[in-house]
């Protein structure tokens, strides 16, 4: 449904949210990576990086130093 509205598959729609919120999230300095994979629902952390990399080239660690 969301295919024919959108263009985009459900998956890619959660995903894209998914990165857009984590990017938000990281520019808060106040919050760990941990603290963020925890709040995003990932159960493992290097799964988080792993998956935010995957999805925007860069690590977490990497995307808040070059937003600082």
Do not use: C, W
């Not at 925890?38 to 799964?47: E, G, R, T, V």
């Amino acid at each position: 449904m969301t295919n024919d509205y959108l263009g985009i598959s459900a998956g890619q729609l959660i995903r894209d949210r998914v990165i857009l919120e984590a990017k938000r999230l990281l520019i808060n300095m106040k919050l760990s990576i941990a603290d963020i994979s925890i709040q995003l629902d990932f159960n493992d952390q290097s799964y988080f990086i792993k998956f935010f990399k995957k999805h925007t080239g860069t690590t977490p660690s990497i995307f808040r130093k070059q937003n600082l």
